[in-house]
């Protein structure tokens, strides 16, 4: 295979897991844990997912101790682990209510680190962690976030081993630089923020739609999980800044806002879709 062709199968595998785990997450979770095989692959191709890609995908999640095989009543299928449960509570309160705004009162977690070029690696894995928490990038090897993501700060460093390379503050900002700039250099907020407003661009139409009318089977199947996925993703860029200190147009409450309402109108129809394909199996 060339490079050209491993790039569309590269990205094709990433689509499919990432939808297979927004699955988990927003369909098999709420209908007890548990998936039969051949309903969520039947499932899965309704959102456009071909059986070999849901199989890899599968198989992928499985050998990183998210699903366990298991046989309910003659049907071969996969129960989420404690691993599973575990990851995807730790991100409700992002997924599906943002991040609430910090207290500006609470101050700041600072985290500095010097990892020697032997551990590269390492460096790399807790710059991607730190990124992936929400903090923002000050300086070279220097991270902020609210004071809030202390506890998860430290067990990034200590998930890591790098706890002798590593030093976490929690305190006030008390220097001369405009906070407001501050932090609007350490974080694309602008793009953040570009973000949520695609989504309500995008979104609106379809609010406006469920209002009169809505769809049930697989339709609401279909949106709902597309509606869950283009979300999704966008929250965990959002490093829940307090209030104070964002720009006054900040979009994020009136995304949220809007997504809580369509999935108020899709999650009970697409789940009844979703388990009666359960039950067929």
């Known amino acids: 295979m060339t490079t050209a062709e491993a790039a569309p199968a590269s990205q094709q595998n ?8 927004t699955f988990l997450g927003a369909v098999v979770r709420p209908l007890g844990d548990w998936m039969p095989i051949a309903g969520a692959i039947d499932l899965l191709a309704q959102v456009g997912l071909d059986a070999p890609s849901v199989r890899t ?17 003659g049907t071969r299928g996969y129960a989420l682990t404690e691993t599973a449960l575990t990851t995807l509570a730790a991100g409700d309160e992002v997924i599906w209510h943002a991040r609430t705004p910090a207290d500006l009162a609470d101050g700041w977690c600072i985290v500095n680190f010097g990892i020697p070029e032997s551990l590269r690696a390492k460096r790399h894995q807790l710059r991607a ?20 993501m202390r ?18 503050f929690v305190g006030g900002y008390h220097g001369t630089q405009d906070l407001t700039e501050l932090l609007y250099s350490s974080w694309d907020l602008e793009a953040i923020d570009q973000s949520y407003r695609d989504f309500v661009a995008a979104h609106s ?17 279909v949106t709902y999980l597309d509606v869950v996925g283009q ?21 994020a409450p009136a995304a949220v806002a809007l997504f809580e309402r369509l999935v108020e109108a899709l999650e009970k129809p697409a789940l009844a879709h979703a388990s009666a394909q359960w039950s067929a199996r």
Do not use: C, M
């Open 231 to 251: 979300w999704r993703k966008l929250p965990f860029r959002d490093p829940g800044l307090p209030h104070d200190v964002l720009a006054p147009d900040w979009s």
């Open 129 to 148: 962690h730190l990124s992936h928490l929400g903090f923002g990038n000050v300086g070279t090897a220097l991270w902020i976030a609210p004071a809030r």
């Open 151 to 168: 506890d998860a700060a430290e067990r990034a460093v200590s998930e890591l081993g790098l706890e002798s390379y590593a030093a976490i």
């Open 57 to 73: 995908a599968v198989h992928r999640l499985k050998r990183n101790g998210w699903l366990d095989s298991e046989t309910r009543a």
């Open 205 to 221: 139409a379809l609010a406006g739609q469920l209002q009169s009318a809505t769809p049930s089977g697989q339709d609401a199947f």
């Open 14 to 21: 990433r689509r499919s897991r990432t939808t297979v785990v």
